[in-house]
């Protein structure tokens, strides 16, 4: 235990010096076994300096995105169990993690000092739907290796980076199962916390995180696409050495909106607002200066936007809803 708390204590102090934030989840004081899975609308949720996209459909009570948990259960197959991490608990034995759904590509927004600034890296690993499905099978999916074992089959993360609205075609892969060996003993699939580096990609101001399989059907990828994070640490001037800099919502109105949405901005000084979609992708930048400032997003598709300004004493955030 003393050694446990002094390391602790000594990566806080480092992360401080170095100017690092690590979001560990632990923000939500989510007792064990629990979830939250957007269905307060909230849109996401913050931790440390990332903002992690959830859509919840009310009609069919799912969600999409990401989501935060404490859940245990490593032995329950299907997708009723969709929100556990196979290795039984957060991080060195944390109580919380996120998880995502990146049936489509699932997007991660740095916020605050960390914008533009490099990465340090996560730590990684299955979500028990996915892997009791890679490992047995199920109704919908293969197990991984097929029947004699010698299938090729693997289960890939590929993580891209957005910067200045623009997507890089730099990217990290991460195998989440790999049986692509000649010899089987050598096959795996990802069990306990994996740290991954994403120093290699340079300054980012957010993540595209999708997935691959070699098991795929007439409707896209049969293996679920799930997976979770835990410390996911950023590179920047701690929020905890920034004197009076606080991150704060934005509030926009009417929301929804068919076309024009005003935002009170209270800042003496102008606010660089940035339009991003859902992938992460910058549509518009507006300058605000001190007052109500009209928006006018009519030529925008329907659907929902993140909105971030940055000030001189805050950063502002908020979304949209375009209908």
Not at 1 to 22: A, D, P
Request: charged share 20%; hydrophobic share 35%.
């Amino acid at each position: 235990m003393k050694s446990t708390i002094t390391f602790f204590v000594s990566f806080m102090l480092i992360s401080l010096i170095q100017g690092q934030t690590n979001a560990d989840f632990e923000n939500f004081g989510l007792p064990v076994d629990s979830f939250l899975n957007g269905s307060d609308m909230s849109g996401g949720f913050y931790s440390g300096n990332i903002f992690l996209e959830n859509d919840f459909d009310t009609m069919f009570n799912a969600w999409q995105g990401w989501a935060i948990s404490s859940m245990r259960d490593t032995v329950t197959p299907g997708y009723m169990n969709d929100l556990s991490a196979i290795a039984g608990s957060g991080y060195n034995g944390s109580t919380t993690y996120a998880v995502t759904f990146a049936n489509s590509p699932s997007i991660l927004h740095l916020t605050n000092g960390a914008v533009g600034k490099a990465v340090k890296g996560f730590f990684i690993t299955n979500n028990t739907y996915a892997y009791l499905s890679i490992r047995d099978g199920d109704g919908f999916a293969k197990k991984f290796g097929g029947v004699s074992g010698d299938d090729p089959d693997y289960f890939l993360l590929t993580i891209k980076k957005y910067k200045d609205g623009i997507l890089s075609q730099d990217s990290i892969d991460f195998y989440l199962a790999d049986f692509r060996f000649s010899d089987n003993s050598q096959d795996y699939i990802v069990k306990d916390w994996t740290y991954i580096s994403l120093e290699s990609l340079g300054d980012v101001d957010s993540l595209q995180f999708s997935m691959s399989s070699t098991d795929n059907g007439m409707f896209g990828m049969n293996t679920p696409a799930y997976f979770c994070i835990d410390n996911f640490v950023t590179r920047n001037v701690a929020t905890a050495l920034e004197k009076g800099f606080e991150r704060k919502n934005l509030a926009v109105y009417p929301n929804p909106t068919e076309s024009i949405f005003y935002i009170n901005w209270e800042e003496p000084l102008a606010g660089k607002m940035i339009i991003t979609d859902v992938l992460g992708k910058q549509i518009r930048t507006t300058q605000l200066t001190s007052g109500r400032n009209q928006i006018n997003i009519s030529s925008l598709t329907d659907g929902i936007y993140t909105l971030s300004v940055q000030g001189e004493k805050a950063g502002y955030y908020s979304r949209i809803i375009k209908k």
